[in-house]
């Protein structure tokens, strides 16, 4: 496989990374382009990766194009190079919100091969959780080559398109979530006498242990919380300040403002 991204900001950088960790591919079989030949040229000796001097010469180079662009740039460039991608019969891999797999046929045509997958932030730990769906011309061979490379940086799950919003907000937008929660904890321990970067740490680290609770336990969350809460004790207390404030409606709120933002983008 020759990958080639258009695009290397935040997440194409986080899953270039995870792949040359776990060696999915050979630094000489990833390429990318950014806005500027100048700054893909430094992301791409920063990476170790090949650069290409346009999205054009990429999708000549490459046999799997992942568009990494921000979501309102996406359909620009691949107006542009409708053409060429059907005509290298590339595979077309999205991971850019709010643009259906309907959407990305009319930008590119019904040739066009495509999958959509929405990963998270956490590929570049190899922590990432991925949906991912694929239109009708996809094999299931060309659909679970996809769902290896995005299992080299996590895990994934093939899921229905019209449950990708949800998805988003679950895991594509959570990670930005989970870290105000732990922030807003390391606060506390701060307004409480610690320093920032142990009370950050300290935070971050129950979060992870709780969150591994919940994976390996047999226990819902709920009989998690009662196991912890000792009658009469601390932290029945502090659960009941969190719900006077509707901290559990709260939360419901935030992803359902992501779940509405999406819908706006797709138009
Ligand atoms: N940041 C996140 O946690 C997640 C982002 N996404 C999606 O990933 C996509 C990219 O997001 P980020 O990496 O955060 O954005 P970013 O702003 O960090 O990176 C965008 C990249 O696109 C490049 N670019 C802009 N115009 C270009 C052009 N004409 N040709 C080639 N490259 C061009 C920029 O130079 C930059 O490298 C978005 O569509 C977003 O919806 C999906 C899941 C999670
Ligand atoms: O904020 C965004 O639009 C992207 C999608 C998921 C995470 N970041």
């Not at 791409?44 to 309102?72: F, R, Y």
């Not at 691949?78 to 999205?94: C, G, M």
């Not at 226990?219 to 009469?232: E, F, M, Y």
Request: net charge negative; charged share 20%.
């Amino acid at each position: 496989m020759k990958l080639g991204f258009i695009g290397a900001g935040n997440m194409a950088t986080a899953i270039i990374k995870g792949l040359l960790a776990k060696n999915f591919l050979p630094a000489t079989d990833i390429y990318i382009t950014t806005s500027s030949s100048e700054h893909t040229e430094t992301v791409a000796k920063n990476l170790g990766i090949q650069s290409a001097h346009s999205n054009a010469d990429l999708i000549e180079i490459a046999d799997t194009v992942i568009i990494a662009v921000k979501p309102h740039i996406a359909p620009i460039i691949l107006n542009e190079q409708r053409e060429l991608l059907t005509k290298r019969k590339s595979v077309l891999i999205s991971i850019a919100s709010g643009l259906t797999l309907e959407n990305l046929a009319e930008l590119t045509s019904s040739e066009q091969k495509i999958v959509k997958v929405m990963p998270n932030m956490n590929v570049s730990i190899g922590q990432s959780v991925s949906a991912i769906c694929g239109n009708q011309l996809i094999t299931k061979e060309e659909l679970d080559l996809v769902a290896a490379l995005f299992n080299v940086v996590g895990s994934t799950y093939e899921i229905a398109e019209k449950d990708f919003r949800n998805f988003t907000a679950l895991a594509g937008c959570s990670p930005a979530f989970t870290y105000l929660y732990i922030d807003a904890m390391s606060r506390a321990g701060v307004k409480n006498g610690l320093p920032k970067a142990m009370a950050t740490k300290i935070a971050a680290e129950a979060v992870k242990g709780s969150a591994q609770m919940v994976l390996d336990s047999e226990d819902t969350p709920w009989d998690l919380i009662d196991k912890v809460c000792s009658p009469g004790g601390t932290t029945i207390a502090g659960l009941v300040a969190l719900e006077e404030e509707h901290f559990m409606a709260t939360v419901i709120k935030g992803l359902e403002a992501t779940i509405k933002r999406d819908q706006e983008l797709e138009g």
